[in-house]
């Protein structure tokens, strides 16, 4: 459905998108991930048209973006962060406006607004001006604007931003009824939100790809490390020589856990351990025999926010060290 090939962004000396190829496929959800600066809505903006490409190629449904922007945005309903809305418009006069820009056949717009607006909950503020409504109405006219006609692909840059947590909800489960017959593209911040909704998660970093995976592959695969966490009262000297001698750990983290006297704090250790390994046993005979009760012992995969830390690090100083 969607082709991007060694796609390049510069402003001036700055490489804003770097190199990127990846496809997407027809009835999937796909989330763009990655810290502020990344490349993100850029790349987006490329893929709808909005800005041309340094170098590189966007193929939608087989016609270039830039070669043949009329044809291949027939095929894309698009979102931006901020909704590109005119709001001393009502919303049915800015929908059927809408309509008339993206080409709806006269006999098919009365159709496509009813559709929109019952699927994004707009039917109750048809005829209210749009400066008078809520943020989070706003951003539902944006997103009917969006899927209005529904076209093959729908893109949506941070689309749930300024809802309340039903109307998130009620967001949510648009997109996925969405997906079952287009392509849908978001960017978000909220990885709850990523691993919730996206079928692949695509993390781009100094406008790199760095991952692409789907949301259980990417927390499965991640260094092919398992975690394991431990509760007890013994003093965090204690569990490192407890632990030291035992095979199969990579790493040790402590931390103390409340306040007062020593015996009233308790450590939480983390262990990092060898991919296969299975510890639990051995870590639980080795606190019995040394009089230390284990008040938690649990295992786990790295989270998808452990795994966009890992892949995004330095970002952040980059970032820093750039505007200063």
Do not use: W
């Amino acid at each position: 459905m969607i082709e991007v090939k060694q796609l390049v962004k510069k402003y001036g000396d700055h490489l804003a998108v770097d190199h990127l190829d990846f496809q997407m496929e027809a009835g999937k959800i796909y989330g763009f991930l990655g810290p502020n600066g990344a490349g993100k809505s850029t790349t987006m903006n490329i893929m709808t048209g909005y800005l041309g490409a340094t170098s590189g190629e966007v193929i939608v449904d087989g016609h270039d973006i830039l070669k043949e922007p009329e044809e291949a945005k027939k095929h894309i309903g698009y979102l931006p962060e901020i909704p590109p809305l005119y709001t001393d418009m009502t919303v049915m006069e800015y929908l059927k406006f809408a309509a008339e820009l993206k080409g709806i056949p006269k006999e098919q717009r009365e159709d496509a607004l009813e559709e929109a607006m019952q699927l994004t909950k707009l039917s109750e503020v048809g005829h209210r001006l749009i400066k008078n409504l809520s943020k989070g109405y706003r951003q539902r006219v944006g997103f009917a604007q969006a899927i209005l006609g529904f076209p093959d692909i729908i893109i949506l840059d941070e689309p749930t931003v300024g809802l309340d947590p039903k109307q998130i909800i009620e967001i949510r489960e648009l997109i996925r009824g969405l997906a079952k017959k287009h392509t849908v593209i978001l960017s978000t911040h909220i990885l709850a939100e990523a691993r919730e909704v996206c079928d692949e998660i695509l993390i781009i970093s100094k406008g790199k790809l760095v991952a692409s995976d789907t949301p259980e592959h990417l927390e499965l695969l991640m260094n092919g490390a398992e975690m394991v966490e431990i509760e007890t009262k013994a003093q965090p000297e204690t569990v490192r020589t407890i632990l030291s001698n035992m095979h199969g750990i990579r790493t040790i983290t402590t931390e103390t856990i409340g306040e007062g006297e020593p015996q009233e704090k308790t450590t939480l250790a983390k262990m990092e351990v060898e991919e296969g390994q299975d510890i639990r046993e051995a870590v639980f005979y080795a606190f019995a025999k040394s009089e230390y009760p284990l008040l938690m012992l649990k295992t786990s995969k790295a989270s998808l926010e452990e795994i966009f830390i890992e892949l995004t690090q330095g970002e952040e100083e980059h970032e820093h060290a750039g505007n200063l």
